[in-house]
Structure formats: C-alpha cells, structure tokens
C-alpha cells in the first residue's frame, strides 16, 4: 500500500510533468506543490529534471537539470520545440510589451485585445499585405503561444488575452538583450517577403 506522502506526490508531479502550475489556475494543486517541493525536487532530480518555482508569480515547471561538470549528461525529458517566425516574433513582443508594463507600474495584468496583439506584429510583416488574411496568420501564431501556455483568453471575452507572467520565465534578461538584433533580423525576413510578392 503506498504512503500518504507518495499519494501526495503524484498529483503535483504529474501535473507538472504534464505542464505549468498556475497558481491562480488550481489554489490546492499550488499549496500542495508548495507544501511538497523539496520532496518533488527530489524525486523529479532522479530523471535529471529541476523544479522552477516562483512563489511571487505563482507559477511552477519542471525544466531539464544541466549536467554538472564531470557528469553523464541524461538524454532530454522535456521536449524542446523550435517555433517558426510568427510564434517567436509575438513571444518577443509580448515579452517587451510586459517589461514596459512592469516598469511603468501599470500593475500586474497585461490584458492585450485581438486588434492590439495584431497591430504590434504588423510592423514586421511585409507591407500591403491581406489585411484579413494578416489577422488570421497572427492570431493563428497567437494560438499556438497560447497551446504553450504563455498567453490566455479572458472568460466570457473571447477578444482579449491575458499574457502569462511565465514567459518571463523563458525570455529572459539575456533574451531580451539581444531583442533588438532579433528584431533587425525580423524586419529583414519581412523585407525579403515584400521582395518575393
């Protein structure tokens, strides 16, 4: 017969197997990974995983531990996903549109509509573009940011979109660094598709 303990564990380290523990999305889920996280780091160490928690912004996952120098490095766990131009381009907007906000102190939502997500990405496509079919092409990209978890749909608002606190978590300073020179070769694959029409 399993321990209680162990019961406890399995739901918190399935969950985050599976993805993001928020903790405005499921309070008991969030205390029970907050109660237990030194065991799951623990247990979760074991595939060579490591437990991010960040307790200010309520969210928690699991990424894969970096070997140590000397050790055998463990084949990935966590699957990495190469997004194409659209995706990554909003993630990095979105990314610097939430540093602004934070340091504006307009408080700790970023609440951004459809036409809002879509006039920001429209500076790096190709000008002259089907204005419908431009829509559709962003908010199929903001789809797929919103499958990985780093924006929402409001309830009830099918038009406005939360952004997700944790996409600070995966564009970092560091990212954010080197987001001018992302952005330059952004304008330049939106130049060489005007060229190509």
């Known amino acids: 017969m399993p321990s209680p303990e162990r019961n406890d564990l399995s739901l918190?380290?399935?969950?985050?197997?599976?993805?993001?523990?928020?903790?405005?999305?499921?309070?008991?889920?969030?205390?029970?990974?907050?109660?237990?996280?030194?065991?799951?780091?623990?247990?979760v160490a074991v595939m060579g995983l490591e437990l991010v928690l960040d307790e200010?912004?309520?969210?928690?996952?699991?990424?894969?531990?970096?070997?140590?120098?000397g050790e055998e490095a463990l084949p990935r766990l966590m699957i990495r996903r190469q997004l194409s131009y659209l995706p990554s381009l909003l993630l990095a907007l979105l990314r610097k549109k939430l540093a602004e906000a934070d340091g504006s102190g307009e408080g700790q939502r970023l609440i951004l509509s459809r036409d809002e997500i879509v006039d920001m990405v429209r500076v790096f496509l190709p000008s002259g573009a089907n204005e419908a079919r431009l829509s559709d092409q962003v908010m199929a990209a903001?789809?797929?940011v919103e499958e990985l978890g780093f924006i929402r749909r409001l309830k009830n608002q099918d038009r406005l979109f939360e952004v997700r606190r944790i996409i600070v978590a995966f564009v970092d300073a560091q990212w954010l660094a080197e987001f001018d020179a992302r952005l330059e070769s952004y304008r330049?694959?939106?130049?060489?598709?005007?060229d190509e029409e």
């Open 56 to 69: 200010a912004e309520g969210f928690a996952w699991l990424r894969t531990r970096e070997a140590a120098e």
């Open 188 to 194: 330049g694959f939106a130049s060489e598709g005007e």
């Open 142 to 144: 903001a789809s797929k």
């Open 12 to 43: 918190p380290v399935i969950a985050l197997l599976k993805g993001v523990i928020y903790r405005d999305g499921d309070e008991d889920l969030w205390q029970r990974t907050l109660a237990l996280q030194a065991s799951i780091r623990d247990y």
